[in-house]
């Protein structure tokens, strides 16, 4: 059964830091790689994704990378900022007979202070 | 833009009572999730739809039931609500993948329903 690990559980940084999210995963047998930012009492918000044959996307101030072979991905969020506080989780998807399956970490809470 | 609607942000309810929590999507997504979220565990699948009238348990499925009757609705139903199911509850929806068509897709997300049981 896939398991999803993220590290740290949570991280307080000072505005402007470069900031690096880890994602680990155990079978590399997946679709794609999701990373969602969720809010307090929200709902997730899809960040990122990248395809099992891709190594990387990025939007704006945020990278993410894939490592299939090592069951790895990071989130690389550059110039942080107060507005970026939320946890982020990750989202391995594989799939389980016909169905797409959605595995995820337990999420990192980022605290950047201002 | 992607919608997936909760019909309600926060709700309150009795021991014993039926609950129904409604999701509804406009994407035409074939695919239909119920999760909850707790400290500490993080998400956990309850019931999952891969089209209408199919349905797949999940993870933690005891206590629950669902409903697809239209694409676009997917139903969660605690048949009779007990204080350790209060909690965070949220509904996704996701294209279905044809081998690895589609896999750029994003799976989306409602705002959840804070569901306490008393």
């Known amino acids: 059964k896939q398991e999803v690990t993220q590290i740290p559980a949570a991280l307080s940084v000072p505005e402007g830091e470069n900031l690096v999210l880890n994602c680990s995963f155990t079978?590399?047998?997946?679709?794609?790689l999701q990373w969602f930012r969720q809010d307090p009492g929200k709902g997730l918000t899809s960040l990122l994704l990248?395809?099992?044959?891709?190594r990387e996307q990025t939007s704006g101030r945020l990278n993410a990378s894939l490592d299939k072979s090592s069951g790895r991905s990071t989130l690389y969020i550059a110039a942080s900022q107060p507005g970026d506080s939320a946890t982020y989780l990750c989202?391995?998807?594989?799939?389980?007979?016909?169905?797409?399956?959605?595995?995820f970490g337990s999420g990192t809470k980022l605290n950047v202070k201002p | 833009d992607v919608k997936v609607t909760q019909s309600s942000r926060y709700l309150v309810k009795r021991t014993g009572e039926k609950v129904f929590l409604e999701c509804v999507q406009d994407?035409?997504?074939?695919?239909m999730f119920w999760y909850r979220q707790d400290p500490g565990l993080g998400l956990r699948l309850i019931y999952f739809?891969?089209?209408?009238?199919?349905?797949e348990k999940g993870d933690i499925p005891e206590g629950y039931s669902v409903s697809r009757e239209k694409k676009e609705r997917f139903s969660l139903i605690l048949e009779s609500a007990s204080t350790n199911q209060t909690s965070m509850y949220l509904c996704?929806?996701?294209?279905?993948?044809?081998?690895?068509?589609?896999?750029?897709?994003?799976?989306?997300f409602g705002d959840g329903t804070r569901l306490s049981i008393l």
């Open positions: 996704a929806s996701s294209l279905r993948r044809l081998r690895k068509a589609y896999s750029n897709q994003p799976q989306h």
């Open positions: 079978d590399s047998a997946i679709y794609n």
């Open positions: 990248i395809q099992s044959s891709q």
């Open positions: 989202a391995a998807e594989g799939v389980s007979y016909n169905f797409n399956k959605f595995y």
């Open positions: 994407m035409d997504h074939e695919n």
């Open positions: 739809s891969y089209d209408v009238k199919m349905k």
